[in-house]
């Protein structure tokens, strides 16, 4: 099978893969807000928020994301510690944002999300976000994000 990748943005692929997420998040966390396209809840001391971006003309990104700092100081000890995190952790990573900003975010293929798929995204952001913040804080100097 070959798979071609078509430049251009498919609006109805968007909605769909909205639709999609507004439903399986209903099953995977009950209560979530919705706001400018992304979907957003607490868990423990940190906000998840997932969004449905443009990709190309057959596919979408679904990411799923957490801010666990901002106004940070990114020093050399804090990058070779977070990019240490990236090589340990079987999925996602941890990012530096461009306002000094780090985040933790795991990217999906949208067209064909399934329930078990975001799930797991889901899980793996809240429980490393929520694992790794006060560490993130504690050697970035910046501030919490509530």
């Not at 999609?20 to 009950?30: A, D, F, P, Q, T």
């Not at 106004?71 to 944002?97: E, K, Q, V």
């Amino acid at each position: 099978m070959k798979v071609r990748i078509v430049p251009g943005i498919n609006e109805d692929l968007i909605r769909e893969t909205e639709e999609k997420v507004r439903s399986y998040l209903r099953e995977i966390v009950g209560d979530f807000v919705e706001l400018e396209g992304i979907f957003s809840f607490e868990y423990g001391s940190v906000r998840i928020n997932v969004e449905v971006r443009p990709w190309h003309r057959e596919d979408v990104l679904v990411r799923v994301f957490s801010y666990l700092n901002e106004g940070s100081t990114i020093d050399c000890d804090l990058a070779t510690i977070l990019l240490d995190l990236n090589a340990r952790l079987p999925l996602g990573a941890f990012a530096l944002g461009t306002d000094n900003s780090i985040l933790f975010q795991y990217s999906l293929a949208g067209a064909n999300l399934d329930l078990n798929e975001l799930a797991a995204a889901v899980h793996t952001v809240a429980t490393v976000s929520d694992t790794y913040d006060e560490m993130v804080k504690l050697y970035s100097g910046g501030e919490g994000i509530d």
